[in-house]
């Protein structure tokens, strides 16, 4: 593994091999990181608040993982059910009512499931 990026210490971004697979990825996580920080901001200090920041921390860690190439391939497996859950969980609590703002964040979500999908079948 190349070192490039990285300071004496090891820590560093390690971007040299990621794909435009794992940017459309990284891309989709931020979308819905970002609508999530923006609704636990709304929200908090709701439950529903503290849940909606939990997952935009989720999303960017994801993302920070990634991007300094921390078990990529455990990362792929953890997001599929992180992000589909939320999928599910929304469904639960709101049925088929979407907002704008749903419909931007379930569709970056459900690109993200696939694109987790692909990069953890390419990984080994």
């Keep these: 593994m190349s070192t490039a990026g990285a ?3 090891g820590v560093g971004l390690r971007t040299e091999t990621l794909t435009p697979l794992h940017w459309a990825g990284i891309a989709l996580a931020a979308i819905s990181g970002v609508i999530h920080l923006w609704l636990g901001v709304s929200f908090f200090p709701s439950p529903f ?6 997952a935009a921390i989720g999303f960017f860690a994801g993302i920070a993982g990634v991007l300094v190439d921390v078990r990529r391939r455990a990362l792929y497996a ?5 992000t589909a859950g939320q999928i599910v969980i929304w469904y639960a609590v709101n049925g088929l009512k979407l907002a704008p703002v749903d419909l931007v964040d379930k569709v970056a979500q459900l690109a993200l ?3 987790l999908l692909v990069l953890y079948s390419r990984s080994s």
Excluded: Q
Aim: net charge negative; glycine share 12%.
């Design 7 to 9: 300071t004496e210490s």
């Design 49 to 54: 608040g503290v849940a909606f920041l939990v």
């Design 78 to 82: 953890l997001g599929v059910p992180f």
């Design 113 to 115: 499931v696939a694109v």
